[in-house]
């Protein structure tokens, strides 16, 4: 495209169009630029014509795709080796995004995971059966009750976590795959706790795969992002889903989220070594009643857990029971950290701690986080790159002030 010819212009128009739209430079910057644009400029109006009608790739508006989310989603289908990705303001637009795209819809119906995470619970509850959609919550950890709710609702979708928030349940990904395709359901799975550093889910034949990246993949705590990951036949129906819902990452978000991806290796390595350490002091405290970490032997399902992605590590996720503490206990003793922070949020070089009962899953009735297991003395910790002797060390000072 022509730099605008500005001889003989007015100041206004100078002040608005000087310094634009320089010619391409014959360098490559190291590292993906930023691009705030909502528009794009080509030589031939035929051209812009041809990416409207997707006859040609390219850009023509922000809503429909930009190069800098575009790297950060190439990123992303490479490391979850999908066929297409596409990011998202936030890991609940992805889910959202994803079960419409997966066609559920009023008349149809959705299973879920007892335990996913609270928003993701209360938008598969509330939400969708308020547009008509039929809802049904199994025990992901027990086959025989997956197949009992498959063949009864013969739903569009099916959706669970990798390893599930809070209670670090372990999906066998391969078996419900295998369940959901015998009765016509694709499978969504929400890969968040694991990242594609520890576990692929398309390889074991989910149908989508879906981050928030607000957690491991941004990993800073300074991004809010989500990506969904898939084929591409499933790719052209989010894309074309996405065009209307006007739900894209920003651009400097996702700048944000391709450089945290970089250290995702690194970061995800010492967090799952972290939380392996913590999790095993914690089991053998007496103040701890129950720690949950799929990396302990004692995990109902480790051995699971180790045949899909033991090879690297656990992730950086656990949590634990105070023996006997209510609400106010586990609020005293987060307010006597002095290292971890007591933050919502997850997947940060930062170790967090968070009460699932007044946070992450508050949008649960009491009854219903009983009946998943999440009690007023529950806690759930996300390790971070720290010294693991710093972490512990505060944890210990903290359960010890707080009685
Ligand atoms: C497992 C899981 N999935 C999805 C989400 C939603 O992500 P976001 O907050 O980026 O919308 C969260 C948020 O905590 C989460 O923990």
Partial sequence: MKKTD???????TRAVHAGERVPPADFTPVATPIHPTVGFLYESIDD???IFGS???????????????????????????????FAYASGMAGIHAALLAAGVRAG???????????????????????LGAQARFVD????????????????????????SNPLLKVADVPALAALAHRYGAQLLIDNTFASPYLFNPLAFGADYVIHSATKYIGGHGDVLAGVVVTSAENGRKLFEL???????????????????????????HQQSANAARVAGWLEQNPKIGKAN??????????????????????????????????????????ESLQLCLPATTLGDIYTLVLHPATSSHRSLSEAERGKIGIRPGLVRLSAGIEAADDIIADLAQALNKSG
Avoid: C
């Fill in 48 to 50: 812009l014509d041809a």
């Fill in 140 to 163: 992901i950890a027990d086959l025989d009750a997956v197949e009992a709710a498959l063949a009864e609702m013969q739903p569009a979708a099916m959706i669970a976590e990798t390893i």
């Fill in 55 to 85: 006859r040609r790739e390219g850009y023509v508006y922000q809503r429909y795709a930009n190069p800098t989310v575009a790297a950060f989603e190439s990123a992303m289908a490479d490391l979850e080796g999908g066929e297409a990705a």
């Fill in 6 to 12: 500005l001889r003989g212009k007015s100041f206004s």
């Fill in 242 to 268: 996405n065009k209307l819902i006007g739900s894209l990452l920003g651009p400097f978000e996702a700048w944000l989220a391709l450089r945290g991806l970089k250290t995702l290796p690194l970061r995800m």
């Fill in 293 to 334: 970490y799929p990396g302990l032997p004692a995990h109902p399902q480790h051995a699971l857990a180790q045949k899909l992605m033991g090879e690297r590590g656990y992730g950086g996720m656990l949590s634990f029971e105070i023996a006997g503490a209510d609400q106010a206990q586990v609020f005293r003793f987060m």
């Fill in 108 to 130: 149809t119906s959705v299973v879920a995971a007892l335990d996913v995470y609270g928003a993701t619970y209360t938008l598969v509850k509330n939400l969708l059966t308020q």
